[in-house]
């Protein structure tokens, strides 16, 4: 199956719609040969609009097409007729859509539910038709004004993704097979280092049917903010989740031990961004059918200070504990 490519940062370069020109008209009929003026006003120009959308999941659509246009304005006509507004452009893009304004590098809108919408370029005004400037002692008024025209603004837009539970740990770890084993999700799983290289969420349904959303994301290694490996910017989809987990390969399966796997992850993560380890976490062992892991276990629990949840992604062990867990947490707050 081709898979499609997964993009999360896009510029795009909008223009809203030129409002139509107000018209300049006189009343021509039939008996009536010399009517006031009947110019209508112009419509206002097209909005562009970006609108959050759940069967979006990628912003590659726009990346193929980074210059929008919103329609213009129609023209007032005569016998007063307004011009029509120009149609808006409504462009969908993802939940966890933040919208930066990339003159001033502000944020200008964060899209997180599905129907949060923002105006990022007003349509131009429609201009006035010659009908308005009729005074008793002006009666053939040629005045008029101009559609207000708009001007090409740029925009970046970056994809948070909006999980409840984010996946942290070194390639190999088990993120993926921890992922297909707790969620409906399929993720593709190897023995090399970086199978998994877009994000992706799964979703949790506990027999209440409470659901939750889990990310997983690339592995990360010592220095990923230096740009090592994949770097460190897939962190971002970790930044909204409310708690992250982080898988350890409690067997040391690659010749790492365990516990400077952690050390490494918690650095990485705060020079990601400062603080972002202090979101509520859980420290899973994974790998714990294999024979290494428990003297592993032993060790790490001596380092950290800090007793994991010890589970086997394959064989299922443990997997109960680890979402017992989980919903305790979220039912807790
Ligand atoms: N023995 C054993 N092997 C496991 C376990 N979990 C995962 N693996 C194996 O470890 C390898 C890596 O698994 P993945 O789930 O792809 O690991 P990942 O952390 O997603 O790796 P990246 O996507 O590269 O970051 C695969 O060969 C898995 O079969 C486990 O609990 N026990
Ligand atoms: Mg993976």
Partial sequence: ????????????????????????????????????????????????????DRDTDSLIHLSFAPHQYAKNGEHGGSQRSHGRDGENLILKVPCGTEVWNIETDEIAADLVEHGDSVIIAH?????????????????????????????????????????DIGLVGFPNAGKSSLLARISDAHPKIGAYPFTTLNPLIGTIVFDNYTQLRVADVPGIIKNAHKGSGLGHAFL?????????????????????????????????????????????????????DLPESKDNMHEFVKQVGIEPIPVSAITGEGIELLLKRIRVFYTDR
């Fill in 236 to 288: 971002r989809h970790i930044e909204r989740s409310r708690c992250i987990i982080f898988v350890l390969d409690m067997a040391g399966v690659d010749m790492r031990c365990p516990w400077d796997d952690y050390v490494s992850l918690e650095k990485e993560l705060n020079l990601y961004h400062d603080g972002i380890t202090t979101k509520p976490s859980f420290i899973v062992a994974n790998k714990m």
């Fill in 123 to 163: 349509g131009g005004k429609g201009g006035l038709g010659n009908c308005h400037w009729k005074t008793s002692t002006h009666q053939t008024p040629i005045e008029h004004t101009d559609g207000e025209q708009t001007r090409a603004l740029s925009f970046r837009l970056e994809l948070k993704l909006v999980a």
């Fill in 1 to 52: 199956m081709k898979s499609r490519k997964f993009v999360d940062s896009v510029i795009i370069h909008v223009k809203a719609g030129y409002g139509g020109n107000g018209r300049v008209s006189f009343r021509r009929e039939k008996y009536i040969p010399k009517g006031g003026p009947d110019g209508g006003d112009g419509g206002r120009g097209g909005h562009v609009i970006l609108t959050c």
